[in-house]
């Protein structure tokens, strides 16, 4: 198995831009994490999904972020418009079962850097 | 705050020695699971104990979990280099909720 994918690895864009990172899940795992790491906050946890349907989406901060599942393969986190603050490295991680009984995979991160 | 918080927040030590890192969390849990970060690249999960375990192992990984306390400790026996990374604990803090906590991490540092 490849793991947990994302794209693009890094991203530099400027303020006020959109950005779209990717994520596929490992094969046959329901659940999946958005994630933001940060030097000053850590590692947060934006939203995550169970069987494409999104179930708790309280730390994303702000409407300019959103996110979605259209299949059991695909996911995506949009940042629109973009902000320096939102500089981060982003992960998405997925697991089968109840998560928080099963380990998460990480994917290797997207770094995304807002000018 | 952090439900889980890592100590030390840095430990650097001499190859071959014995490195410890302690969490401490503030809620009832179901288990606690330890990751490791290598710099720029994902978490990678270590171990897991359950509320009702007291120790754990797994190779060169041992695990204690004290719930009256609400601590744990990661101890890596006969570190190597390859050892260096961050370590962070990682808790559910709600009975039946599927989200996990992360604590702040320890860097930990192996000299050869």
């Known amino acids: 198995d490849a793991g947990v994918i994302q794209s693009p690895r890094h991203e530099v864009t400027e303020m006020g831009q959109e950005v779209t990172l990717r994520c596929k899940p490992i094969s046959g795992h329901d659940y999946l994490f958005w994630y933001r790491q940060t030097m000053m906050r850590g590692l947060e946890l934006l939203i995550y999904?169970?069987?494409?349907?999104?179930?708790?989406d309280s730390g994303m901060p702000e409407d300019r972020f959103s996110a979605k599942m259209p299949n059991a393969s695909f996911s995506t986190l949009k940042i629109q418009p973009s902000e320096p603050r939102d500089s981060a490295v982003y992960f998405c991680a997925s697991t089968a079962g109840t998560g928080a009984f099963y380990e998460q995979y990480f994917g290797p991160g997207t770094r995304l850097t807002v000018t | 705050s952090q439900q889980g918080e890592e100590d030390p927040q840095a430990l650097s030590i001499q190859e071959g020695e014995n490195a410890t890192m302690n969490c401490s969390y503030k809620?009832?849990?179901?288990?606690l699971q330890w990751y490791r970060q290598n710099s720029g690249r994902g978490l990678v999960h270590l171990i897991l104990i359950r509320s009702n375990e007291r120790e754990k192992h797994s190779g060169r990984l041992r695990v204690t979990l004290d719930t009256s306390k609400k601590s744990s400790s990661l101890l890596i026996t006969a570190s190597r280099a390859a050892d260096t990374a961050s370590y962070f604990c990682a808790t559910d803090p709600n009975f039946g909720n599927e989200k996990l906590t992360f604590g702040t991490g320890t860097r930990l540092t192996i000299i050869p």
């Open positions: 999904f169970n069987n494409n349907v999104p179930i708790d």
């Open positions: 809620t009832s849990i179901n288990n």
